[in-house]
């Protein structure tokens, strides 16, 4: 039928397109979540004092896991683009892919640096000593992951870029069990190995990276879909315009990304600074808000792609349809999650911690205050993500890095420090903090995206 005889038919196509697409990829956000997940209920075996370790430990190598997680997203509006003028291109897309791993190679080396002297960084910010110790062990053996889970990135980037997700979500979901197992194993010495606690933990996650990194390299080079692009052939050749293009895309895709979840990482070590039982509290319930965020995460890789596509096709409508079918889905799904983080709280939380351990109480307590508060910004934490997302797809990154800076640094930790603090709401504070910063960001990129047209973001 002609679109024209029925208007609702192009919007119908694409929602088919971007569910089919955003669905494998938040299969894939929810298996890595589980992963992350699963670590922390291995280290909940362990004590509080572990949870808290851990906590700090993760924290700190998330801030560079994440920086790099947004640089290597450069790969996916750069292929979507290059797919949308030229569907069957294959030089492009293969160069975007090589110089993007170069530049998570070189970003590696400081990172690297930097997280081998992560007890004397957590000290010099007011962390516990011996806390700040255990988790320097964790550190020194989880630290090597880096270079091979961005490996896993890139390539998982380029097979969504190429719409065909499923493959990044097979490799992420065979690494649950093989990480579940691997933490059993060396955290608490199983099959004649011995119980290495935090450092087996460590070890355990280098592991899963190199098994992810591996697993999406024989994927890519074996199957016939992907063959062709001879990914690593003549992989040390550079390609000093496209990295340039990289970086110029990616670095602030990364630190948007890294304001995000730095000002997450900064509120673990202000609860470090009111108390124990506020940290492991803050621990859980930023893991049960981040399992919610995966499905709106998913929404936005997905979007990025679309609307990557529909801008290197030059169609302004399947721009706009894209963008606003991805930000309605995701308003849809957070509406969802906060009434679940409202009524069975403790339910969720039990996944975690023991709920009939006396010493836990505390714990309990302080985590269902705080997933009270979590269930406010899911809606606009959904939102700032997919218009981050939107945004990406059109290339533009600059002024959503800017946003984030403002929204996340200035006005979510500002507030947050300040209700905190002067005004003694300690743990509160700090999550109202959170709440209000995503809350700007949210509306600032809304706003970006409905005047796409007038600010000069759309193709000539």
């Not at 550190?139 to 490996?151: E, K, M, R």
């Not at 506020?278 to 997905?302: D, K, N, S, W």
């Amino acid at each position: 039928m002609d679109h024209n005889m029925n208007p609702g038919a192009p919007w119908r196509t694409e929602a088919r397109a971007l569910l089919s697409l955003a669905m494998p990829l938040v299969i894939g956000n929810l298996g890595w979540s589980a992963i992350a997940a699963t670590d922390l209920v291995l280290l909940g075996r362990l004590g509080p004092d572990a949870v808290a370790a851990g906590s700090l430990a993760l924290n700190l190598y998330q801030a560079f896991l994440v920086f790099g997680i947004g640089l290597t997203t450069a790969a996916s509006p750069l292929i979507a683009s290059e797919r949308g003028r030229r569907l069957h291109s294959v030089r492009d897309i293969r160069r975007t892919v090589r110089q993007t791993i170069w530049a998570a190679a070189i970003l590696c080396l400081p990172a690297w640096a930097l997280l081998w002297n992560a007890e004397p960084i957590l000290i010099l910010i007011g962390q516990d000593p011996e806390l700040s110790a255990q988790a320097a062990t964790l550190i020194h053996a989880l630290q090597w992951g880096l270079l091979p889970y961005f490996v896993f990135l890139v390539l998982r980037n380029y097979v969504s870029a190429l719409e065909k997700p499923i493959w990044g979500v097979i490799v992420t979901l065979a690494t649950v069990p093989f990480n579940a197992l691997a933490g059993w194993v060396l955290i608490f010495g199983h099959f004649g190995f011995p119980a290495m606690g935090l450092h087996g933990a460590g070890i355990a996650s280098l592991l899963t990276s190199i098994f992810m990194g591996v697993g999406m390299a024989l994927v890519v080079t074996m199957h016939r879909r992907f063959r062709r692009y001879h990914l690593f052939g003549r992989f040390w050749v550079a390609d000093w315009s496209r990295l340039r293009t990289v970086w110029r895309i990616g670095l602030p895709i990364a630190f948007t990304v890294g304001f995000e979840v730095t000002v997450f990482n900064a509120a673990v070590f202000l609860m470090g600074l009111i108390g124990r039982a506020e940290l492991a509290a803050h621990a859980v319930a930023i893991q049960i808000a981040a399992l919610c965020f995966m499905v709106p995460m998913g929404i936005g890789q997905a979007a990025t792609v679309r609307v990557g596509y529909a801008h290197g096709r030059r169609d302004r409508a399947a721009i706009g349809r894209a963008g606003w079918l991805a930000l309605g889905l995701g308003t849809a799904f957070a509406v969802g999650t906060a009434t679940l983080l409202i009524t069975i709280p403790r339910t969720l939380i039990g996944g975690f911690i023991d709920l009939d351990v006396p010493a836990n109480a505390p714990v309990i307590g302080y985590a269902i205050s705080f997933l009270a508060i979590a269930a406010l910004f899911q809606l606009v934490d959904a939102t700032q993500a997919i218009g981050a997302g939107v945004l990406r797809g059109l290339q533009d990154t600059r002024m959503p890095m800017i946003f984030a800076a403002i929204g996340y640094w200035v006005i979510g930790i500002g507030t947050g420090t300040i209700l905190a603090f002067p005004m003694k709401m300690k743990g509160i504070g700090i999550w109202l903090g959170l709440a209000t910063g995503l809350g700007v960001v949210a509306v600032l990129l809304v706003w970006r995206w409905a005047r796409r047209e007038r600010l000069g973001l759309l193709p000539t």
